[in-house]
Nanobody, 120 residues
Framework: QMRLVESGGGLVQPGGSLRLYCVVS????????MGWYRQAPGQQRELVAN???????IYADKVKGRFSISWGAAENTVFLQMNSLKPEDTAVYYC??????????????WGQGTQVTVSP
């Protein structure tokens, strides 16, 4: 069964950096778009960054210039490089993937989330 596997969260001081990693496990999605969302306590889940196979990455205004999303060398992998982290970046970060299995069935996958805490 296909699923997303995330890693890279943790505790970091303000101004520090973290790199999140996400991979589709158990299969391959074609025409895949992958992205990162986050949800802070008491807040709605919000888009952080998204990347498609043929388009330019998009970023939430809150993270522009600090975060960078990129494809990994292996298929269906994506990184989120987070620099100049602020306490308000504290949240659970979720990876999302949308694509086609066997080029027929559209699949939308969510990861289980990885905690990012920015604190002195």
């Amino acid at each position: 069964q296909m699923r997303l596997v995330e890693s890279g969260g943790g505790l970091v001081q303000p101004g520090g950096s973290l790199r999140l990693y996400c991979v589709v496990s158990g299969g391959i999605l074609s025409n895949n778009a992958m992205g990162w969302y986050r949800q802070a306590p008491g807040q709605q889940r919000e888009l952080v960054a998204n990347i498609t196979s043929g388009g330019a990455p998009i970023y939430a205004d809150k993270v522009k210039g600090r975060f960078s999303i990129s494809w990994g060398a292996a298929e269906n992998t994506v990184f989120l490089q987070m620099n100049s982290l602020k306490p308000e970046d504290t949240a659970v970060y979720y990876c999302k993937s949308e694509g086609y299995e066997n080029e027929i069935w559209k699949r939308t996958l969510w990861g289980q989330g990885t905690q990012v805490t920015v604190s002195p």
